[in-house]
């Protein structure tokens, strides 16, 4: 059986998270579920409900979201660029292996709302700040 790959923040704490990967985590898993296809929805959707209700599901939404390269890497920026934990930094190893036009983001220049492409031929999405079709293109730094 193929082992699932998890996002690089997880080796670093060796699958100890802090409230706030948990938090930052579930957060843009509930961000990007609008957006994924069936069955990866309804999956997702049930783990989050799960999460709302109490149980930890952190691990179980990580293994869900890491089959996917687009998703684990858009995944793993999101929780990194939420989270303020000192000394963390990307993992070396393969950094090209998804490119920048891998992902959808907001036109408006002040916005930095981004989605992983899941497969090529896709609909873009709205952004949900500004309701606007998202383009193909760089991931926007938050400052």
């Known amino acids: 059986m193929k082992k699932k790959r998890r996002f690089s923040f997880l080796k670093i704490y060796c699958g100890i998270m802090s409230p706030t990967q948990t938090n930052a985590t579930l957060l843009a898993a509930q961000k990007l579920l609008q957006h994924l296809p069936e069955p990866l929805h309804h999956q997702l ?45 990307r993992l070396g ?39 606007v079709e998202m383009v193909r293109g760089d991931s926007k730094e938050q400052s």
């Open 93 to 131: 190893g393969n950094s090209t292996a998804i490119r920048a036009s891998y992902l959808w983001v907001c036109p408006q220049n002040d916005c930095t709302y981004s989605l992983p492409v899941i497969q090529e031929g896709e609909d873009p999405p709205l952004c949900l700040q500004h309701n």
């Open 45 to 89: 959707s049930d783990l989050l409900e799960q999460a709302e209700q109490g149980q930890d599901t952190t691990i179980e939404v990580i293994d869900l979201l890491s089959e996917q390269d687009n998703i684990r890497m858009w995944m793993d920026d999101q929780v990194s660029l939420s989270c303020s934990t000192k000394g963390y930094g």
